[in-house]
Nanobody, 126 residues
Framework: QAQLVESGGGLVQAGGSLRLSCAASGRTFSSYDMGWFRQAPGKERDFVAAITSRGRSTYYADSVKGRFTISRDNAKNTVYLQMNSLKSEDTAVYYC???????????????????WGQGTQVTVSS
């Protein structure tokens, strides 16, 4: 069983920055692709960014391209989401997910991820 724990959320003004962290348990972290999703009140959980197991490839939702950067440190079992130029529409609970081995190449689908953290709230004030 994998455990994922997000941190780094908070309240920030529009135009500001935050860095989210997701710490994973287990010795096999470096074998898994990882992703970040977010869920605003009354909306579905949406894809934000993903990174392959060794960090060689990254994927982003169009809405965050050029503003957010996903990275990972396999020595620390941690994946990060650096968020710059934040907008009010970025307000949501952000979740870290571990991509299943069996989900193929679809990094954008919620169903491709089999373990989730508890989420961290990001609120951007305008």
């Amino acid at each position: 069983q994998a455990q994922l724990v997000e941190s780094g959320g908070g309240l920030v003004q529009a135009g500001g920055s935050l860095r989210l962290s997701c710490a994973a348990s287990g010795r096999t972290f470096s074998s898994y692709d990882m992703g970040w999703f977010r869920q605003a009140p009354g909306k579905e959980r949406d894809f934000v960014a993903a990174i392959t197991s060794r960090g060689r490839s990254t994927y982003y939702a169009d809405s965050v391209k050029g503003r957010f950067t996903i990275s990972r440190d396999n020595a620390k079992n941690t994946v990060y989401l650096q968020m710059n130029s934040l907008k009010s529409e970025d307000t949501a609970v952000y979740y870290c997910g571990r991509k299943s081995y069996y989900s193929g190449s679809d990094y954008f689908a919620l169903a491709s991820y089999d373990y989730w953290g508890q989420g961290t709230q990001v609120t951007v004030s305008s």
